[in-house]
């Protein structure tokens, strides 16, 4: 449920920060507060509140009284080392982290093309930016929905729930080839919406599934580094979409920067279902690991 929650303060956020100016007309247009300001000092003021819930609720164990920082920096090639040991060592971790990567690539491309394509589509860069906000936050609540359906999905016959991940990541590459048809001049802004927000929608289920799977692996003390290795995957796949995908659509066009995505996105649904198989044959970390069934 972490997943969904998170996904739902995103697009309550999304929300919230493009109704929040137009309470604010009549601030000055310069200086710190102005209307396009007030939902940045307001999302500052969330986070200075979580920091202090985070301070004031969080237990960490007792540490010894002084930390040798040249020690401390020492460890951190080592730390590092350990964390790609453990990514390449385990072959479902190694399929799962692939599959992060490919993921971040997939949704790194819907955030840089959508509003490009949406702005084409609706002839305007000003009405392009005003649905892609409301688009934004209903891919954000359709991808806490997505999400949130998760467990139920995995109760739907004995379907492992890896394999509900790859159905879902599969689902989610039609969705990019719909969008990529609009591209081409297949349909409209209506069916390339419906597409954007099919995309999250049915990837939702694919994310928590995959990161439980990758938890069931590794003990607890571990799992901590595998969040970092699982992270720096996904962000390098985003970067890698940030530079190539856009450089393709740049000088081939959107429709060819969709299918480069899409196609990539088809390699985790395979990757996916190869971890699934993995999973069943290779013994876990932890025998007793809760899981979302």
Same mark, same amino acid.
């Given at each position: 449920m972490?997943?969904?929650?998170?996904?739902?303060?995103?697009?309550?956020?999304?929300?919230?920060?493009?109704?929040?100016?137009?309470?604010f007309r009549g601030l000055p247009d310069d200086g710190l507060i102005t209307p396009i300001s007030v939902p940045a000092l307001a999302a500052a003021g969330v986070a200075a509140v979580s920091l202090a819930a985070?301070?004031?609720l969080m237990k960490e164990p007792p540490r010894p009284a002084s930390v040798d920082l040249r020690a401390a920096v020492r460890a951190v090639p080592t730390q590092i080392s350990h964390g790609v040991r453990l990514a390449a060592g385990d072959p479902v971790i190694r399929l799962l982290v692939l599959r992060m990567a490919a993921f971040g690539l997939a949704i790194n491309t819907l955030e840089t093309l959508s509003p490009l394509q949406f702005a084409?589509?609706?002839?305007?860069?000003e009405r392009g930016a005003a649905a892609y906000g409301l688009l934004a936050a209903g891919a954000f609540l359709g991808t806490a929905a997505g999400a949130a359906s998760?467990?139920?999905?995995?109760?739907?016959?004995?379907?492992?729930p890896l394999t509900v991940a790859a159905v879902s990541t599969g689902l989610s590459t039609v969705a990019l080839g719909l969008i990529a048809l609009t591209a %081409? /001049?297949?349909?409209?802004?209506? +069916? !390339? $919406?419906?597409?954007? &927000?099919?995309a999250y929608v049915l990837s939702g289920p694919g994310g928590p599934l995959a990161s439980e799977a990758l938890h069931e692996r590794v003990s607890e003390r571990e799992r901590a580094t595998l969040i970092s290795v699982a992270s720096l995957a996904l962000q390098l796949g985003g970067f890698t979409?940030?530079?190539?995908?856009?450089?393709?659509?740049?000088? %081939? /066009?959107?429709?060819?920067?969709? +299918? !480069? $995505?899409?196609?990539? &996105?088809?390699?985790?649904?395979f990757v996916t279902f190869g971890a699934g198989r993995r999973s069943r044959v290779a013994p876990?970390?932890?025998?007793?690991?809760d899981t979302l069934r």
């Open positions: 972490g997943w969904a929650v998170e996904c739902v303060g995103l697009g309550g956020a999304a929300i919230i920060g493009g109704v929040l100016p137009q309470f985070h301070a004031a084409e589509l609706l002839g305007g860069a998760a467990p139920v999905l995995c109760r739907i016959g004995p379907v492992a %081409a /001049g297949i349909g409209g802004f209506a +069916l !390339a $919406a419906v597409a954007y &927000l099919g979409g940030s530079l190539a995908i856009s450089w393709l659509a740049a000088s %081939a /066009g959107f429709v060819y920067g969709w +299918l !480069a $995505a899409a196609i990539v &996105l088809v390699g985790a649904v876990r970390a932890l025998a007793n690991a």
